[in-house]
């Protein structure tokens, strides 16, 4: 499969990206991911990135094509990929267009995870998260929870609360989703490309894409 995943933060994306992986070994990528990844490869648009990186500011667009375009072209793209949380903006769809066009890549589909804001804020407020950097496993207190002790069941780091996960950061960030990211919804839905799941269970969510992709 090759497909684009969108949603909200805390519609589920990386689970559902992470299931979907299992199923026809398509690649999970996310621009966090590739930037890494570049910065470990030490290589030159690698170095180029880090210097952004570590001063703090965003990386701009045009490397961050160059290397998705890098990335696109690796043997286990093969298989498929899917895109987890980018394109972000519209002139990054235009872009992303253009790229795809230039490898001769054709999108299967875009999935738009729709998930109630409540059931947003109920996930991201009780997720908790590794503090060692090498690990950060993710943990909820309802649902997956760390020790007794609050330590990683993983390396024994202590879990802690994101600050961006209190109900004050996440009402900030959906609203500035809103504002940058949803309008992306349109934008693939005049290329017909886009299909929407409700998304309350990720499993229930996966097997509906499987479905719309062999139709």
């Known amino acids: 499969m090759k497909i684009i995943l969108l949603g909200a933060p805390g519609a589920g994306k990386g689970t559902v990206a992470k299931l979907l992986t299992d199923y026809d070994g398509s690649v999970q990528i996310s621009t966090g991911d590739i930037l890494r990844a570049a910065v470990r490869a030490g290589s030159d ?59 001769g890549i054709k999108l299967d589909m875009v999935v738009n995870l729709d998930v109630p804001r409540e059931i947003i804020l109920d996930r991201l407020t009780t997720r908790r998260t590794c503090s060692n950097p090498d690990c950060q496993e993710i943990y909820n207190i309802k649902t997956k929870p ?25 009402t900030y960030r959906l609203e500035t989703y809103n504002k940058k990211t949803a309008p992306l919804a ?26 719309a992709l062999n139709r």
């Open 45 to 103: 648009l690698g170095k180029e990135a880090k210097g952004f990186m570590d001063r703090g500011d965003l990386v701009p667009d045009n490397l961050i094509m160059k290397i998705m375009e890098s990335r696109l072209q690796e043997p286990d793209c093969r298989k498929g990929f899917i895109l987890d949380g980018f394109p972000r903006t519209i002139p990054q769809a235009e872009e992303l267009k253009n790229l795809l066009s230039k490898l």
């Open 146 to 170: 760390a020790s007794p002790d609050g330590k990683c069941l993983k390396c024994g780091s202590s879990v802690v609360q994101r600050d961006d996960e209190t109900e004050e950061a996440i």
């Open 186 to 211: 349109f934008y693939y839905e005049k290329e017909s490309l886009l299909k929407n799941f409700l998304s309350i269970s990720s499993t229930d969510t996966v097997e509906a894409v499987k479905k």
